[in-house]
């Protein structure tokens, strides 16, 4: 009797750590990601990446928020400019680009570089001037901040925004360097609008 007694207490526990494990295992399976829904700013700017930027900001003021937001926006949108307009000029034959073996020659390369690398920023800057707040998407959070997404855009498209680039760039080269581009103003264009057609929403 003891015996069976003792064997039916071996299995009640046996039994029980096996349930409990299995209810530890089944605890552990499920899903491990969360797919994040975008705002409809987000995703507003992601249908016309090449004329389109999203910020988002959160502050405990609407109208800072608000002001955060755009900021981050035209941020955006510039650097996506002046990386068009880089990428432009390195593949470009206009005379932006000069390239030497010689030491001398090289330290002039860089300061160019330098120099076009600020020249690129100062005409991004400019157009993103021209772009319009098209979307707004505000929350008020339950610690009271506000998160606010803004959607902007240069709403004359893509390739009247590459011939604003273009005309910009012609305006601020020396005419030593304009007649090294022999006047090629309409393929710098095309490459400047060519690189922002291929930009991706961030």
Known sequence: MKKYFVALVICTIGMTFFACGSQKQATIAGPTKVKLALDECQEYA????????????????LSEATEYAELSARSKFARAIASAIKTAQSTDNSG???????????????????KQ???????????????????????????????VFVCLEYQAGVGQLAKD???K???????????????EYEKFRQRVEEE?????AE
């Open 46 to 61: 992601q249908q016309k990446p090449s004329t389109r930027a999203w910020g988002e900001a959160v502050r405990f003021d």
């Open 169 to 183: 760039v012609k305006q601020q080269v020396s005419d030593e360097d304009r007649m090294k581009m022999n006047f």
């Open 117 to 147: 690398n600020s020249m690129s920023i100062a005409i991004a800057n400019e157009v993103v001037r021209n772009t319009v707040i098209v979307k707004t998407s505000q929350y008020q959070q339950v610690d009271g901040s506000y998160q």
């Open 196 to 200: 922002m057609r291929k930009a991706k």
């Open 165 to 167: 680039v273009a005309n």
């Open 96 to 114: 932006y680009r000069k390239s030497s073996s010689d030491g001398k020659q090289g330290g002039s390369v860089r300061d160019e570089d330098s």
